[in-house]
T-cell receptor, first 113, second 114 residues
Framework: AQSVTQLGSHVSVSEGALVLLRCNYS??????LFWYVQYPNQGLQLLLK??????LVKGINGFEAEFKKSETSFHLTKPSAHMSDAAEYFC???????????FGAGTRLAVHP | GAVVSQHPSRVICKSGTSVKIECRSL??????MFWYRQFPKKSLMLMAT?????????EQGVEKDKFLINHASLTLSTLTVTSAHPEDSSFYIC??????????FGPGTRLTVL
């Protein structure tokens, strides 16, 4: 069965530090992979996505993620955290296209001065 | 990107009443819309897939008679929570699928049932 696992429900970093949010998936078919950000009481905003092609994907707000097939991972990174990055981050996967997204449990990122 | 709106953003209702939530694609036509439910501090759970002009497809465990979905046009889908109970209180999010198959999400509707 297809699934998504986000390691760490809470991540706390200092402003200016590296952000690393982990996502692993299980799938028997090539996945499409997504990272979304959610601010309090708001919907989801797409940060970046991987469908095919280059495995290192750059998104908005300085975030990027690398698809590693051998590790079944799609970790999200940002070199330098900003206070405005504090939010909930969701990894999602779909199979055979964009339809029917399966979401991970989410990781709440806190950024402290 | 494409824009999806939801109305209302917040609603409080009494137990036993019905509540309708609208999801609109503002600048694109969405043949397919999705309805998700998000519990506090939890992930999104897909409730149903709504296709314009046909019956919605519900995920396992979602009561179709309780959560009525209507997708009457290419820009509007509605979710009606019938005979709402406190356990129906949640954050409901819809998304619209563009012609390139990408999903764009609405801002969500917080439902509180007293």
């Amino acid at each position: 069965a297809q699934s998504v696992t986000q390691l760490g429900s809470h991540v706390s970093v200092s402003e200016g530090a590296l952000v690393l949010l982990r996502c692993n998936y299980s799938s028997s078919v090539p996945p499409y992979l997504f990272w979304y950000v959610q601010y309090p009481n708001q919907g989801l905003q797409l940060l970046l996505k991987y469908t095919t092609g280059a495995t290192l994907v750059k998104g908005i707000n300085g975030f990027e993620a690398e698809f590693k097939k051998s590790e079944t991972s799609f970790h999200l990174t940002k070199p330098s955290a900003h206070m405005s990055d504090a939010a909930e981050y969701f990894c999602a996967v779909s199979f055979g296209g964009y339809n029917k997204l399966i979401f991970g449990a989410g990781t709440r990122l806190a950024v402290h001065p | 990107g494409a824009v999806v709106s939801q109305h209302p953003s917040r609603v409080i209702c009494k137990s036993g009443t019905s509540v309708k939530i609208e999801c609109r694609s503002l600048d694109f036509q969405a043949t397919t819309m999705f309805w998700y439910r998000q519990f506090p501090k939890k992930s999104l759970m897909l409730m149903a897939t709504s296709n314009e002009g046909s019956k919605a497809t519900y995920e396992q465990g979602v009561e179709k008679d309780k959560f009525l979905i209507n997708h009457a046009s290419l820009t509007l889908s509605t979710l009606t929570v019938t005979s709402a109970h406190p356990e129906d209180s949640s954050f409901y999010i819809c998304s619209g699928e563009t012609s390139s198959d990408e999903q764009f999400f609405g801002p969500g509707t917080r439902l509180t049932v007293l």
